[in-house]
């Protein structure tokens, strides 16, 4: 069709709706981002390495107690027991109940969404859908959807390490390092039967595995409901997702907007921040999600205010990366 056909047709179709049209019917057919996951996670990062069990927590260690949705449930604790070397003391515990009633509600109300949005898989790591207008088929409507579903069932989760990190005077960075350490302890695994290839953040901590999105979404859940301005970052070309945390760090950092932020690896138990497999730079292709946020989704203030103010909206983009 030329301009001139097009503009003839001003009174019916407005610009926008066919560039809206022309993008929904280009970005139909996506891909899952999690492709490299299972390289990362045998790497080597500075700490120490390897699959290891937590040993249980002894009478040296925190236990953080039980975090309950709903409050109050009688249902048996999934067990997460977890180190973190740059903490005294370094091992800890902490539970989460939540009847198998209320977690199929979880997974049923995400699927029911994404048939919403035509989600159909195709392949291994393909599959259809039809994005709303503003997504333009980027993922971060699925997180938006996940970050909105989700957010209520792990506030439990993250008042408890509110009350830790408050009652032991712990500074910001090793706030970050308790939540970043419990999620990357969290076995990792390819949810091949999710839509988009993403377990909803909460069901990560009820089956106790997730993949790169899936544990980042996690992350940064709790980050934010601590007050740590964190950014979901993605590559298409390396098929992995991140974290960047806006804290100061050894190792390796980009800016975004003027701000600074350390490269967080979810995949790589107790790789610390600021690590990020050096091949997985180049190229650099990597970009802040853009994610919207809906101001109920934010820990309430009862008790232990967090730890910053109520955090921003993320604009996505692409990042520059910071030499060590």
């Not at 002894?58 to 999934?78: E, Q, T, W």
Request: glycine residues 8%; contains cysteine.
């Amino acid at each position: 069709m030329t301009l001139g056909r097009f503009v003839s047709w001003g009174r019916f179709v407005s610009w926008r709706r066919f560039v809206s049209w022309g993008l929904a019917l280009a970005l139909l057919t996506s891909t899952s981002g999690c492709g490299c996951c299972r390289i990362v996670r045998d790497l080597d990062p500075p700490e120490p390495v390897g699959r290891h069990e937590p040993p249980p927590v002894s009478a040296d260690g925190v236990d953080l107690g039980d975090a309950a949705y709903p409050p109050g449930n009688d249902a048996a604790p999934i067990e997460h027991a977890f180190w973190v070397p740059s903490l005294d003391p370094e091992r800890y515990r902490i539970g989460y109940k939540m009847p198998q009633a209320d977690a199929k509600g979880l997974e049923r109300s995400y699927h029911q969404w994404s048939a919403s949005v035509g989600h159909r898989r195709i392949s291994a790591d393909r599959f259809h859908w039809r994005p709303p207008t503003r997504c333009l088929g980027g993922l971060h409507c699925v997180y938006e959807e996940l970050d909105r579903q989700d957010a209520i069932t792990l506030h439990p989760v993250a008042r408890r390490f509110l009350d830790r990190v408050r009652g032991a005077a712990l500074d910001t960075g090793q706030a970050a390092a308790l939540v970043l350490t419990f999620v990357q302890n969290i076995r990792y695994q390819i949810p091949g039967d999710e839509p988009f290839g993403v377990k909803p953040p909460t069901l990560v901590l009820v089956d106790k595995w997730g993949d790169c999105d899936s544990k980042s979404l996690l992350a940064h859940i709790l980050l934010r409901d601590l007050g740590i301005e964190s950014v979901i970052i993605s590559s298409d070309i390396h098929k992995h997702t991140m974290l960047g945390v806006a804290l100061p760090a050894p190792g390796t950092s980009f800016t975004h907007r003027g701000r600074r932020y350390a490269f967080a690896e979810l995949t790589a138990e107790r790789a610390p921040l600021g690590f990020i497999d050096p091949t997985l730079t180049r190229p650099n292709d990597w970009q802040v999600v853009a994610m919207r946020y809906n101001p109920a989704a934010v820990l309430p203030e009862e008790g232990s205010p967090p730890i910053g103010g109520a955090p921003a909206p993320s604009k996505g983009g692409p990042i520059r990366l910071i030499d060590r």
